[in-house]
């Protein structure tokens, strides 16, 4: 499969954005992806300790690496560096997640919870970048626990069926449960400091996810 998208995606991006975000570079990297191979772990950081074990096919991945390219659906990079806008992005993705859970929790059918899921793709990420973001500046402990579960809801979301109707519904609201925690402690805990430290770890996450990535999927 060919990355032939990036360029239409570039333009999309630049009238959203007055430059691309740091950390981009990787994501435009053109590659042909290996469908037969899967990532067993993700990066939010250059060490070895900022790896999040994950399975999941490439073709996945590279589904989520695309999304997180266009960082405007996801987390707009231009609230960071700013404690007020910040609290009020986060607020905005709880209540969103709020909202879903309700959804899956009224779900009964297969069909109807996936498309509950479905329908908060884009939120889960932005939940999962903000958490890597910011979240682990103020509680490094159970930031990756946070990524982890929007990693885990992004692929129920990609899932051609949910197989088991009850123990998909209860994984999901669980992984949900814990993303919201992560986004509670980030809100009450958010400075004009931690919001500064922010905006330069924006590219760094955003560079380890999609390094990671084409790593484990050319």
């Given at each position: ?29 053109t ?141 999901a ?9 992560m ?33 484990q999927?050319?």
């Open positions: 499969m060919q990355r032939n998208n990036h360029a239409a995606a570039l333009v999309i991006v630049g009238w959203f954005l007055s430059t691309p975000a740091v950390g981009q570079d990787d994501c435009l990297a590659y042909s992806v290996n469908t037969t191979r899967s990532v067993t772990y993700l990066s939010i950081g250059p060490s070895a300790d900022d790896r999040i074990s994950t399975t999941m096919s490439c073709s996945v991945a590279d589904a989520m690496r695309d999304t997180l390219f266009l960082t405007w659906h996801t987390l707009d990079p231009n609230v960071l560096g700013n404690a007020s806008q910040l609290r009020a992005k986060i607020l905005q993705i709880r209540m969103r997640l709020a909202e879903g859970r309700t959804e899956l929790e009224a779900a009964r059918a297969p069909a109807t919870q996936l498309g509950a899921i479905q329908s908060l793709k884009d939120t889960v990420l932005a939940a999962g970048l903000a958490s890597a973001v910011t979240g682990c500046i103020v509680s490094a402990a159970t930031c990756k626990r946070a990524v982890g579960a929007s990693v885990a809801l992004y692929q129920s979301g990609l899932a051609s069926n949910v197989g088991d109707n009850a123990q998909a519904s209860t994984q609201q669980t992984e949900m449960n814990i993303l919201d925690s986004l509670k402690s980030i809100q009450d805990q958010i400075t004009n400091d931690v919001a500064q430290q922010s905006k330069p770890r924006f590219g760094v996450v955003l560079n380890s996810i999609c390094a990671a990535i084409r790593q999927c050319r």
